[in-house]
């Protein structure tokens, strides 16, 4: 599980590091300059924000030149959400095993926090990876398990003060799609072989050739489409419920400063907690929508051609 934590780090990383010259340059905001304190939650920037410290830069590393292209690799603040996600990936499962063999050589069974990752774990393994994947499906359920854990703590660490959500950023859920859709169309040629092109060249079995051609005419295109819109849309789910939880309590509490009035103000504060407490919840749901779809994904390119 190390393996896929460290390969969806290093690729988030690389991906959502900013690609021009324009992007090398630091903008940090003025200090007399007002900054809010929900948009860091969801903006990538060379900067952290610190408890009474302020904005303390980041290192910045000379930008990598290839061919016409421009790259800055320099860490930012989601490369250091996802690290400190990775990180949390690594710790739990380490302490989690350890707690449960030795609870288990104890000769009892396990339970409190190895208790509590292990009903996960299977949960996981058992209700979504294996019902969809199929036979065999245990070979994927690492995968899935690190996509579920790593996005819920990065979902999480936005939610906490100074903290960001990197899966607010396209370019990470993007990474993380494009990731998935590697491991999708990879199994599925580990699993059809030649048969892997079905999925692709639309060709009914039980039509006449009169009707076969225009129907792979037609139909082949849409297909080929179609391997494509599963992981846009696993980008842009995932993208779109982390930032619009943001927004909505940004906008909450702008009213604040809109009314200028301590009466009204007490609405939006209520209003901002309950949005905060379902946010929460959101950032389990999306977690595990996600690796549910992958599962899905995952199944269906290995079921076979039409």
């Known amino acids: 599980m190390k393996r896929f934590v460290l390969a969806l780090l290093f690729v988030s990383a690389a991906i959502a590091a900013p690609t021009s010259r324009a992007a090398a340059q630091d903008h940090v905001a003025p200090p007399e300059q007002a900054v809010d304190i929900i948009t860091p939650h969801i ?4 900067h952290l924000e610190i408890p009474f410290k302020g904005e303390v830069p980041l290192p910045r590393w000379a930008p990598v030149h290839v061919g016409p292209i ?6 930012t603040k989601h490369v250091v959400m996802m690290l400190i996600a990775a990180f949390l990936v690594m710790a739990t499962m380490a302490v989690a095993v350890w707690g449960a063999r030795k609870q288990l050589a104890e000769g009892g069974h396990t339970a409190g926090f190895a208790g509590a990752i ?6 996981v393994r058992n209700e979504v990876v294996m019902p969809n994947v199929g036979k065999g499906g245990e070979r994927f359920a690492p995968f899935v398990l690190t996509l579920f854990f790593f996005i819920l703590y990065a979902n999480l660490l936005g939610l906490i003060p100074y903290g960001s959500t990197a ?8 990474t993380l799609a494009a990731i998935t ?3 999708v169309e990879g ?6 072989g030649w048969g892997y092109l079905g999925t692709i060249v639309y060709w009914p079995h039980d039509m006449s050739l009169a009707m076969k051609l225009p129907m792979t005419v037609i139909m082949t295109p849409v297909e080929l489409v179609s391997k494509f819109t599963k992981p846009f849309a696993l980008a842009i789910r995932l993208f779109a419920n982390m930032t619009a939880g943001h927004v909505v309590l940004l906008a909450f509490i702008g009213l604040i400063f809109t009314f200028h009035s301590w009466l009204v103000a007490t609405i939006p504060v209520v209003m901002g907690v309950g949005i905060s407490m379902l ?10 929508i996600f690796a549910l779809l992958a599962s899905v ?4 390119g290995r079921a076979g051609a039409h």
């Open 43 to 46: 903006t990538d920037s060379h």
């Open 70 to 75: 421009t790259l800055d690799l320099s860490p």
């Open 118 to 123: 292990e009903v996960v774990v299977v949960f």
């Open 167 to 174: 899966t607010g950023n396209i370019s990470v859920t993007a």
């Open 181 to 183: 859709f590697f491991v």
């Open 187 to 192: 199994a599925s040629i580990a699993k059809l």
């Open 279 to 288: 946010e929460i919840l959101v950032a389990v749901i999306q977690a595990f």
């Open 297 to 300: 994904f995952i199944g269906l």
